[in-house]
């Protein structure tokens, strides 16, 4: 099973940046996409970037232009760049990698790894 730690969160001031990160306990080049998710207070996991081409329609509006996901093979981490915080960005944010053909029947390898998640707070 490969192992996802996200890090990087915290107490932030609206309008700053942070940026989390995700290591993997394997090279991050055996696995084919990443993205980062956040589960705000009172409401369902959102897609909030991702390396993918497909699936972007569902990120928030308030979110695009503003978060960037990236990866460093040399450094094995994947990240999330988040600009100009606001109250609202408030939440704990998943990292995960999945198989590029995650859900179609028949088709190999598939998997679907979560982190634990990191919180991240934004005061106003």
């Known amino acids: 099973q490969v192992q996802l730690v996200e890090s990087g969160g915290g107490l932030a001031q609206a309008g700053d940046s942070l940026t989390l990160s995700c290591a993997a306990s394997?090279?991050?080049?055996?696995?084919?996409?990443f993205a980062w998710y956040r589960q705000r207070e009172g409401k369902e996991r959102e897609l909030v970037s991702t390396e993918s081409d497909t699936g972007t329609d569902t990120i928030p509006g308030s979110v695009k232009g503003r978060f960037a996901i990236s990866r460093d093979q040399g450094k094995n981490q994947v990240y999330l760049q988040m600009n100009n915080l606001n109250s609202d960005d408030t939440g704990v944010y998943y990292c995960n990698a999945r198989s590029r053909h995650y859900g179609q029947p028949h088709v190999r390898p598939s998997y679907d790894y979560w982190g634990q998640g990191t919180q991240v707070t934004v005061s106003s």
């Open positions: 394997i090279p991050i080049y055996g696995l084919d996409v």
